[in-house]
């Protein structure tokens, strides 16, 4: 649990009384590659923190075609916020890249949490400015930028995320071909 | 200042003082159609809420083509949120659409509050929660829908911006030609 520990801690201090009481409600889980954390239609009732590994939360569309709406690398946390904040089943797939370890709270104990301890609110409101600001930046990208600048932004913000996922999935979140990407990854070699 | 109020209290409930507190720390201001309240370069030290009209958030890109980040129409807020949270120089231009008024808050003042009072913090973690929400939608449309259905979509969901915004700023949001956009109009004619 330390790693869940120092998470919190880069925003707020806590006792270990605190934490002890904090990770009593966060529970254990590894996911194999390529398995499923959630189904496009399942209820969703918990949010992931992912302690080693990579989550990646995605759509099929009409035409079968996969689109990356996030990747969640160590330190990151996941699931379908639409779906949990208005209580509909999920959207998207959430499945393991690579072997994954998560740790996991329902979202009512997320809450009860947050109303008990005014700090653990403090901390989940920093994390969501933080998460705003980075879709927003992704959006900006989205707009303003080609696929080969998108591409090289990705690289120079999260180049660990090209460790570890597969080209193919790449092209997914930036929303450019297999093709494309192939040409800008030979660019580079 | 009611329309504060109740936009506070569709989250959290409030008592006179705590209200009177809360709002000794807004400033009003009324803003002309075309007027900026943040262009490239500003510092940013203040967040918006928009009590009427329309304000937009762009960019210009290196060809000085618009890109539209958001509106923000009565009840939303919106800032520089990047450079708010990383005290950095604007990278956005905030311009009123039409003429338009709004509260506004320091960000520190703001912190001051979530520190002081805990049900502000949550108010915000709850408007920060929703905000990344509708990112994330925004972010799956722009991925996985045509130009066609974006703007349907739109007009689905925020038929009041088309009252307000006129047709190019549609397209700069949107992130289609002006010619495309026309097309769209007028099939709907």
Not at 16 to 43: A, C, N, W
Request: hydrophobic fraction near 40%; glycine fraction near 2%; proline fraction near 3%.
């Amino acid at each position: 649990m330390q790693v869940l520990r120092d998470h919190f801690e880069k925003i707020i201090s806590l006792t270990d009384t605190e934490f002890s009481y904090i990770s009593s409600f966060f529970r254990h889980r590894k996911v194999m590659k390529k398995q499923f954390i959630l189904q496009e239609g399942d209820p969703v009732s918990h949010e992931y923190f992912v302690v080693k590994g990579c989550l990646k939360a995605y759509v099929l569309d009409s035409e079968d075609k996969t689109h990356i709406l996030s990747f969640a690398l160590a330190d990151w946390w996941t699931s379908d916020y639409q779906a949990l904040y208005t209580h509909t089943p999920s959207s998207i797939f959430l499945e393991a890249v690579v072997p994954t370890e998560i740790y996991y709270i329902a979202q009512e104990d997320k809450e009860r949490l947050c109303a008990e301890m005014h700090k653990v609110e403090h901390f989940w409101r920093k994390k969501n400015a933080m998460g705003y600001v980075g879709l927003q930046r992704r959006i900006l990208s989205m707009l303003t930028h080609n696929a080969k600048d998108r591409y090289e932004q990705l690289l120079q913000q999260y180049p660990a995320l090209f460790q570890v996922v597969p080209k193919q999935d790449l092209a997914a979140f930036l929303g450019v071909s297999r093709e494309t990407l192939s040409r800008l990854y030979s660019k580079k070699m």
